[in-house]
C-alpha cells in the first residue's frame, strides 16, 4: 500500500517513518510512504507554491495548480484504487472506521497545507476532507503521519503479530484496556504506594478476563 504526501517541507518526518513498525513494514514491502516536496510542479523560477488571498487578509495562501499537477502525477504511479485526502479542521472527523476503509485502497494521496490554507477549489479535486480534531496546527503534516500510522497498523504483517489485531480491533472500533507491567508495587517520592490490581496477580485466566472485561472500553467514533 503507498501514502503519497503533498507538502512542502518534505524532509520533515523522515526519521519518524524510518524507525519502529513503520520502518519495518517499509523494508518488508508491506507499505511504501513517500514524501512529495510541492515545489518541483511549481512553474516559475522561484518556485513559488503561494500567492496572496483574494480579498485581502493575513498571510499566503497554497495554489491549486501545483497541487492539481502534483495529484495527476503521483496518480500515475498506482493502478489500484486511490483516495486524494485533504486536510482541514472542516473535514470529516478521522476515526477507526475510516482507518479500516482505507485498508481496502492500494494509495492514499494526502495534501498538507501550510500558512494560511489551500485554495478552497482544491477541495474540489479531493476525494474526502478530514480532520484530526478541533483544533488548527501550523499544517497537515502530523495529521498525514496519523492517518499512515492508523492505516498501517490495520495491514496484515505490519505489527508482526496477527493475533494482537484479532484481540484487539473489533468492528469499526477497538478495544482498550489498563494495563501494568513490573514492579507490582510503586511507591512515589511522597510516600503513595501504587499497586498493581490483585486479579492481574492470581495467575486465574478468568479472573483475569473478567478484570479486563470490566475495564475495558470500545473504542468506535
Known sequence: MRFDIITIFPNILDSYTQESFLGRAQKKKLIKINFHNLRDWSTDKHQSVDDKPFGGGKGMVLKINPIYSAII?????????????????????????IASEFTRLDQVIMICGRYEGIDERVAKIADMKLSIGNYDLMGGELPAMIVTEAVSRLIPGVLGKEDFLIERVKGDGFIEYAQYTRPEVFTTKEGNS??????????????????RDKHRKIIEK
Do not use: A
Open 73 to 97: 502525477d503521483i496518480k500515475k504511479k498506482s493502478k489500484g484504487k486511490t483516495k486524494v485526502i485533504l486536510f482541514t479542521p472542516r473535514g470529516k472527523k478521522f476515526n477507526q472506521k
Open 194 to 211: 501504587l499497586n498493581v490490581p490483585k486479579d492481574l496477580l492470581s495467575g486465574d485466566h478468568k479472573k483475569i478476563q473478567e478484570w
